[in-house]
């Protein structure tokens, strides 16, 4: 047993580990969504925040980001997270992530435009002059 003066140091050792960083041999991956929180009727002209949920993330993994691409007129939504194998001290392999990112949507004129997300159902998003709202967030848990 360390004696109460060992301590600090013996505390001093066990935390390195979480103080590696993630360097270049991290990997950028596609993570699925299970869910997207959409309105029923967004704001033209003015961007949106909504919520995107990981299906099943990597535990170990960073956070994930969210990208939304306008292309000819259909929303594309898509999640990536960096996986760092030097960050998974202390993790729980195969345990089930299901992290949220914030996803931001461009400013969009009036009119209906269909929605891609990977894995689910495409979707309508319903942008009008008058009514919509710009946020779309999921509940704390």
């Known amino acids: 047993m360390p004696s109460a003066r060992n301590l600090p140091a013996l505390a001093a050792l066990v935390a390195l580990p979480l103080l590696i960083s993630c360097s270049s041999d991290c990997t950028n991956v596609a993570a699925n969504i299970s869910a997207v929180c959409l309105p029923d009727v967004l704001a033209e002209g003015q961007g949106a925040v909504v919520d995107a949920r990981e299906a099943c993330g990597v535990n170990c993994a960073r956070t994930p980001h969210c990208d939304v691409v306008l292309t000819n007129g259909t929303l594309v939504f898509g999640l990536h997270e960096d996986e760092c194998p030097n960050l998974y001290v202390g ?51």
């Open 91 to 141: 993790c729980e392999f195969g345990a089930c992530s299901q992290s949220v990112a914030p996803c931001r949507i461009p400013a969009l004129t009036a009119g209906d435009y269909p929605v891609i997300v990977p894995g689910s159902q495409s979707r309508l998003l319903h942008v009008r002059a008058t009514g919509g709202v710009s946020s779309c967030r999921f509940p704390a848990p």
